[in-house]
Antibody, heavy 122, light 107 residues
Framework: QVQLVESGGDVVQPGRSLRLSCAAS????????MHWVRQAPGKGLEWLAA????????EYADSVRGRFTISRENTKNTLYLQMNSLRVEDTALYYC???????????????WGQGALVTVSS | DIQMTQSPSSLPASVGDRVTITCRAS??????LAWYQQKPGKAPERLIY???SLQSGVPSRFSGSGSGTDFTLTISSLQPEDFATYYC?????????FGQGTKLEIK
Protein backbone atom coordinates (compact mmCIF):
# COMPACT_ATOMS: atom_id res chain seq x y z
CA GLN A 1 0.00 0.00 0.00
CA VAL A 2 1.09 3.56 -0.65
CA GLN A 3 2.81 5.16 2.32
CA LEU A 4 4.24 8.65 2.71
CA VAL A 5 6.05 9.47 5.94
CA GLU A 6 7.27 12.99 6.64
CA SER A 7 10.08 13.78 9.03
CA GLY A 8 12.30 16.68 10.03
CA GLY A 9 9.73 18.93 11.67
CA ASP A 10 11.08 21.01 14.54
CA VAL A 11 10.96 24.28 16.45
CA VAL A 12 13.26 26.86 14.85
CA GLN A 13 13.95 30.55 15.22
CA PRO A 14 12.96 33.06 12.56
CA GLY A 15 15.57 33.36 9.82
CA ARG A 16 16.85 29.83 10.29
CA SER A 17 16.65 26.86 7.90
CA LEU A 18 15.10 23.42 8.07
CA ARG A 19 14.82 20.46 5.71
CA LEU A 20 11.81 18.18 5.62
CA SER A 21 11.91 14.68 4.19
CA CYS A 22 9.14 12.46 2.90
CA ALA A 23 9.87 8.73 2.60
CA ALA A 24 7.72 7.00 0.02
CA SER A 25 6.88 3.31 -0.30
CA UNK A 26 4.30 1.05 -1.90
CA UNK A 27 4.53 2.54 -5.39
CA UNK A 28 7.08 3.40 -8.07
CA UNK A 29 8.30 6.69 -6.63
CA UNK A 30 10.26 7.63 -9.75
CA UNK A 31 7.07 7.45 -11.78
CA UNK A 32 5.06 10.12 -9.97
CA UNK A 33 5.25 13.86 -9.50
CA MET A 34 5.07 14.99 -5.89
CA HIS A 35 3.75 17.96 -3.93
CA TRP A 36 4.16 19.76 -0.62
CA VAL A 37 1.09 21.29 1.02
CA ARG A 38 0.89 22.99 4.41
CA GLN A 39 -1.77 23.86 6.95
CA ALA A 40 -1.27 26.58 9.56
CA PRO A 41 -2.89 25.88 12.94
CA GLY A 42 -6.66 26.15 12.63
CA LYS A 43 -6.43 27.26 8.99
CA GLY A 44 -7.02 25.83 5.56
CA LEU A 45 -4.77 24.01 3.11
CA GLU A 46 -2.10 25.85 1.12
CA TRP A 47 -0.29 24.29 -1.84
CA LEU A 48 3.43 25.09 -1.76
CA ALA A 49 5.44 23.27 -4.38
CA ALA A 50 5.52 20.46 -6.91
CA UNK A 51 8.26 18.49 -8.64
CA UNK A 52 8.13 16.26 -11.72
CA UNK A 53 8.92 12.57 -11.50
CA UNK A 54 12.52 13.01 -12.66
CA UNK A 55 13.13 16.16 -10.61
CA UNK A 56 13.72 18.26 -13.67
CA UNK A 57 10.75 20.58 -13.25
CA UNK A 58 9.57 22.44 -10.15
CA GLU A 59 6.79 24.88 -9.40
CA TYR A 60 6.26 27.06 -6.33
CA ALA A 61 3.64 29.20 -4.65
CA ASP A 62 4.50 32.89 -4.49
CA SER A 63 4.56 32.71 -0.69
CA VAL A 64 7.63 30.43 -0.69
CA ARG A 65 9.34 31.01 -4.03
CA GLY A 66 12.98 31.96 -3.48
CA ARG A 67 12.98 30.65 0.11
CA PHE A 68 11.89 27.01 -0.25
CA THR A 69 13.31 24.37 -2.59
CA ILE A 70 11.64 21.10 -3.48
CA SER A 71 13.86 18.21 -4.56
CA ARG A 72 13.89 14.44 -4.68
CA GLU A 73 16.22 11.46 -4.64
CA ASN A 74 14.58 8.69 -6.62
CA THR A 75 17.28 6.20 -5.62
CA LYS A 76 16.20 6.72 -2.01
CA ASN A 77 12.45 7.09 -2.67
CA THR A 78 12.58 10.38 -0.81
CA LEU A 79 11.14 13.85 -1.37
CA TYR A 80 12.61 16.92 0.31
CA LEU A 81 11.63 20.47 1.15
CA GLN A 82 14.50 22.78 2.02
CA MET A 83 13.14 25.79 3.87
CA ASN A 84 15.34 28.85 4.30
CA SER A 85 14.74 32.27 5.87
CA LEU A 86 11.87 30.87 7.90
CA ARG A 87 9.22 33.25 9.19
CA VAL A 88 6.74 33.02 12.04
CA GLU A 89 3.98 32.70 9.43
CA ASP A 90 5.61 29.51 8.10
CA THR A 91 4.46 27.72 11.26
CA ALA A 92 2.32 24.85 9.99
CA LEU A 93 1.85 21.15 9.48
CA TYR A 94 3.62 20.21 6.25
CA TYR A 95 2.23 17.39 4.13
CA CYS A 96 3.80 15.61 1.20
CA UNK A 97 1.37 14.25 -1.36
CA UNK A 98 1.55 12.12 -4.49
CA UNK A 99 0.40 13.37 -7.87
CA UNK A 100 -1.45 10.99 -10.17
CA UNK A 101 0.80 11.96 -13.08
CA UNK A 102 4.53 11.95 -13.72
CA UNK A 103 5.04 15.27 -15.46
CA UNK A 104 3.46 17.64 -17.94
CA UNK A 105 -0.09 17.32 -16.62
CA UNK A 106 -1.03 18.58 -13.15
CA UNK A 107 -3.04 16.08 -11.18
CA UNK A 108 -5.02 16.21 -7.94
CA UNK A 109 -2.88 14.59 -5.24
CA UNK A 110 -4.33 11.24 -4.25
CA UNK A 111 -2.22 10.00 -1.31
CA TRP A 112 -0.99 12.19 1.54
CA GLY A 113 1.38 11.68 4.46
CA GLN A 114 0.41 12.46 8.04
CA GLY A 115 2.44 15.66 8.14
CA ALA A 116 5.48 17.15 9.88
CA LEU A 117 5.03 20.05 12.28
CA VAL A 118 7.23 23.10 11.82
CA THR A 119 7.10 25.82 14.45
CA VAL A 120 8.93 29.08 13.83
CA SER A 121 9.29 31.05 17.03
CA SER A 122 11.84 33.13 18.83
CA ASP B 1 -3.55 32.87 -10.62
CA ILE B 2 -6.86 31.05 -10.37
CA GLN B 3 -8.83 31.74 -7.19
CA MET B 4 -11.30 29.28 -5.71
CA THR B 5 -14.28 30.63 -3.76
CA GLN B 6 -15.91 27.96 -1.60
CA SER B 7 -19.21 28.31 0.25
CA PRO B 8 -20.52 28.08 2.82
CA SER B 9 -17.68 28.24 5.31
CA SER B 10 -19.80 26.51 7.93
CA LEU B 11 -22.79 24.24 7.41
CA PRO B 12 -24.90 22.99 10.31
CA ALA B 13 -26.73 19.81 9.35
CA SER B 14 -28.31 16.68 10.77
CA VAL B 15 -27.80 12.99 10.10
CA GLY B 16 -29.84 12.04 7.06
CA ASP B 17 -29.76 15.53 5.52
CA ARG B 18 -28.80 16.16 1.92
CA VAL B 19 -26.10 18.84 1.76
CA THR B 20 -24.38 20.72 -1.01
CA ILE B 21 -21.08 22.60 -0.98
CA THR B 22 -20.07 24.83 -3.85
CA CYS B 23 -16.81 26.06 -5.34
CA ARG B 24 -16.44 28.74 -7.96
CA ALA B 25 -13.25 29.23 -9.96
CA SER B 26 -12.15 32.67 -11.10
CA UNK B 27 -11.70 31.33 -14.63
CA UNK B 28 -12.51 28.24 -16.66
CA UNK B 29 -10.77 25.18 -15.22
CA UNK B 30 -12.61 22.59 -17.36
CA UNK B 31 -13.13 19.67 -14.96
CA UNK B 32 -9.75 19.96 -13.20
CA LEU B 33 -11.23 19.94 -9.73
CA ALA B 34 -11.03 17.60 -6.75
CA TRP B 35 -12.80 17.44 -3.40
CA TYR B 36 -11.13 16.41 -0.14
CA GLN B 37 -12.42 15.51 3.29
CA GLN B 38 -10.35 16.28 6.37
CA LYS B 39 -11.12 15.08 9.87
CA PRO B 40 -9.47 16.64 12.95
CA GLY B 41 -5.85 15.57 13.35
CA LYS B 42 -5.87 13.66 10.05
CA ALA B 43 -4.51 14.24 6.57
CA PRO B 44 -6.95 15.19 3.80
CA GLU B 45 -8.48 12.33 1.82
CA ARG B 46 -9.52 12.67 -1.79
CA LEU B 47 -13.23 11.99 -2.37
CA ILE B 48 -13.80 13.19 -5.92
CA TYR B 49 -11.45 13.84 -8.86
CA UNK B 50 -12.05 15.22 -12.34
CA UNK B 51 -15.02 17.08 -10.84
CA UNK B 52 -17.35 14.06 -10.77
CA SER B 53 -15.34 10.83 -10.51
CA LEU B 54 -15.69 9.01 -7.20
CA GLN B 55 -12.45 7.93 -5.56
CA SER B 56 -12.26 4.17 -5.05
CA GLY B 57 -13.59 3.19 -1.64
CA VAL B 58 -15.59 6.37 -1.12
CA PRO B 59 -19.29 5.80 -0.37
CA SER B 60 -21.72 6.49 -3.20
CA ARG B 61 -23.60 9.06 -1.12
CA PHE B 62 -20.83 11.47 -2.16
CA SER B 63 -21.08 12.97 -5.62
CA GLY B 64 -19.53 15.83 -7.53
CA SER B 65 -20.71 17.85 -10.48
CA GLY B 66 -19.84 20.87 -12.56
CA SER B 67 -17.37 22.05 -15.13
CA GLY B 68 -15.89 25.35 -16.21
CA THR B 69 -16.20 27.62 -13.19
CA ASP B 70 -18.98 26.20 -11.00
CA PHE B 71 -18.74 22.97 -9.03
CA THR B 72 -20.68 21.21 -6.32
CA LEU B 73 -20.09 18.43 -3.81
CA THR B 74 -23.26 16.73 -2.64
CA ILE B 75 -23.71 14.30 0.22
CA SER B 76 -27.07 12.62 -0.33
CA SER B 77 -27.74 11.41 3.22
CA LEU B 78 -25.36 12.56 5.92
CA GLN B 79 -23.84 9.92 8.15
CA PRO B 80 -22.20 10.62 11.54
CA GLU B 81 -18.73 10.01 10.08
CA ASP B 82 -19.25 12.72 7.45
CA PHE B 83 -18.99 15.59 9.91
CA ALA B 84 -15.63 17.01 8.85
CA THR B 85 -14.11 19.84 6.83
CA TYR B 86 -14.27 19.73 3.05
CA TYR B 87 -11.98 21.46 0.56
CA CYS B 88 -12.05 21.88 -3.18
CA UNK B 89 -8.79 22.04 -5.13
CA UNK B 90 -8.22 23.15 -8.69
CA UNK B 91 -5.34 21.54 -10.58
CA UNK B 92 -5.82 23.20 -13.95
CA UNK B 93 -2.48 25.01 -13.83
CA UNK B 94 0.14 26.14 -11.36
CA UNK B 95 -0.21 27.40 -8.70
CA UNK B 96 -2.79 24.95 -7.41
CA UNK B 97 -5.26 26.59 -5.06
CA PHE B 98 -7.67 25.24 -2.48
CA GLY B 99 -11.01 26.64 -1.50
CA GLN B 100 -11.27 28.12 1.98
CA GLY B 101 -12.95 25.01 3.37
CA THR B 102 -16.44 24.11 4.60
CA LYS B 103 -16.88 22.79 8.11
CA LEU B 104 -19.84 20.45 8.27
CA GLU B 105 -21.18 20.63 11.81
CA ILE B 106 -23.85 18.78 13.73
CA LYS B 107 -26.99 20.91 14.04
Amino acid sequence: QVQLVESGGDVVQPGRSLRLSCAASGFTFSGQAMHWVRQAPGKGLEWLAAISNDGGYQEYADSVRGRFTISRENTKNTLYLQMNSLRVEDTALYYCARDVYSAGTVGAPDYWGQGALVTVSS
Amino acid sequence: DIQMTQSPSSLPASVGDRVTITCRASQDIRNDLAWYQQKPGKAPERLIYAASSLQSGVPSRFSGSGSGTDFTLTISSLQPEDFATYYCLHHNSYPLTFGQGTKLEIK
